[in-house]
């Protein structure tokens, strides 16, 4: 017997032995009640649930809770009465069977009982309604989430999916302008793109990796770049050791850097400067990644790697996950805003 089961037939015998109760009060309080009287009620009991729970299994049959409201409340209403009537019918038989000098209802008692008793089929109809329609909510919110959980899921993944085409095609350019030049350092790019691929492969796995995970990828690419580009490239690194053990998404610091690449140092004459900082402010993981250079005049959140950030970010945390892009005395700063779990 499962829970919702267990829940219903719980509810249909304190319920109806509940109904019974209250109806042995009010009858003696008028005069005693026979032995034979105390049977009836107690058969009543077993009335009530028997007719509740065949009603119940026609509506299940039938599957009335998905036919129109207006049908509904016209179904619940007829059989409401005529489960008044079978109820009453069957008690006042087993009372003239069983009781003896019974006298039977007059025409006025009729009408009350039975109104009183469709009161009270109609109360159990408005339970067991509400418990259903709320059971049906619930299953359908349920559903709602995963659907939006898988749909998360498979857009993520999609979205990373974008991000490692871009980011080899960096990578094999870079060790393409060794290999005729400098074979020994393409050697040694080949050897750190090794690395960066062993390290992307584990990443691909999970929606959130570790920051220190991400920085030690960022350290490698920026290593490999720096065999390409020497003394024109300098990077530094400003990491609190307090948010290594921080979740973040998958490349969201590595795809900035590239952008560093392609629109600083591969264009700009002279040295190139990239600063990777991160570190805790109010409730946030703040992540920064300046380069030198200028901000296009073009819109600049039209790159693979910005767009694709702004995406997961949003898709990951709502709202309070940002990203943002400014210009501030000859450096382009990216700012990463992650909340605190």
Request: hydrophobic share 45%; proline share 3%.
């Amino acid at each position: 017997m499962n829970r919702n089961s267990k829940a219903y037939w719980i509810c249909q015998f304190v319920g109806w032995i509940g109904f019974i109760l209250l109806n042995i009060f009010v009858f003696s309080s008028g005069r005693i009640i026979t032995q034979r009287e105390y049977y009836i009620f107690i058969a009543s009991i077993f009335i009530g649930i028997g007719i509740t729970h065949l009603y119940r299994y026609l509506v299940l049959r039938y599957d009335v809770p998905r036919k129109t409201i207006l049908a509904q409340i016209i179904i619940i209403i007829f059989f409401s009465l005529q489960k008044a009537n079978l109820f009453f019918l069957i008690t006042k038989f087993l009372a003239s069977s069983f009781i003896t000098n019974y006298v039977g209802p007059d025409f006025k008692e009729i009408i009350t009982s039975i109104v009183s008793l469709w009161i009270i089929f109609l109360f159990w109809n408005l339970i067991y309604f509400s418990f259903k329609y709320f059971q049906s909510y619930k299953r359908s919110e349920i559903n709602a989430l995963r659907y939006l959980a898988s749909s998360r899921e498979f857009e993520l993944s999609n979205l990373k999916s974008q991000l490692n085409p871009h980011f080899m095609f960096n990578s094999m350019n870079s060790i393409r302008a060794l290999v005729d030049i400098e074979p020994i350092k393409a050697k040694e790019a080949i050897t750190k793109l090794s690395s960066i691929l062993r390290t992307t492969l584990q990443m691909n796995k999970s929606k959130e990796i570790y920051l220190s995970s991400e920085i030690e990828l960022v350290k490698d690419y920026l290593s490999l770049e720096k065999i390409r580009y020497e003394e024109r490239l300098v990077f530094e690194l400003k990491v609190d050791e307090n948010v290594n053990n921080i979740k973040i998404p998958p490349f969201i610091i590595q795809s900035q850097v590239e952008n560093a690449i392609k629109h600083g140092v591969s264009v700009l004459p002279g040295k190139c400067y990239i600063v990777i900082e991160a570190f805790k402010l109010g409730g946030f993981l703040k992540i920064k990644v300046s380069n030198t250079g200028k901000i296009s005049n073009k819109t600049p959140e039209t790159g693979v790697g910005f767009i694709n950030s702004k995406q997961r970010l949003e898709l990951l945390y709502g709202v309070d996950g940002t990203i943002f892009i400014t210009e501030i005395n000859n450096l382009v700063v990216v700012d990463i805003n992650i909340p605190l779990p």
